[in-house]
């Protein structure tokens, strides 16, 4: 394996992504992607989620299994996992495969910082969305 010199990188880096499909009022700024020198199996993003702005229920197809860590740094959300659902608020650890419906929702009057690490085989993508509620 060749040896990595590290990485330092800061939200908008890469640029960032709003109007992302059932992603409302929400902005995602890609922090690590896989393939990248050091990280064959990790993708980093922070969500900063407006109040009211929520990631709709979803699941991912046409993908392998990957693993979906949320780990709230602010805000008052409700998450659901597979009809599981429960408040949560700073210092939260969220965890779900991406075969099972999934949402955050921003129940508070500020915006919510989230950091979303997933893990995919190397060079995966999350494959197909699919939000039930919009069919």
Not at 7 to 27: M, Q, S
Not at 66 to 85: C, K, P, Q, R
């Amino acid at each position: 394996m060749a040896a990595s010199n590290g990485l330092f990188r800061k939200p908008g880096d890469l640029g960032v992504r709003t109007g992302v499909e059932g992603h409302p009022n929400c902005v995602i700024s890609p922090l690590l992607q896989t393939g990248e020198t050091g990280s064959l199996y990790s993708a980093i993003n922070l969500n900063v989620i407006a109040p009211g702005g929520a990631t709709e229920p979803h699941y991912h197809m046409n993908c392998p299994v990957f693993d979906h860590s949320h780990y709230v740094i602010s805000g008052d959300l409700i998450a659901t996992i597979a009809g599981n659902e429960q408040k949560v608020g700073p210092g939260t650890l969220i965890y779900c495969r991406s075969d099972e419906l999934h949402s955050i929702k921003n129940i508070g009057t500020t915006e919510a910082k989230v950091l979303l690490i997933s893990a995919l085989p190397a060079g995966g993508t999350g494959g197909k969305l699919v939000f039930p509620a919009s069919k």
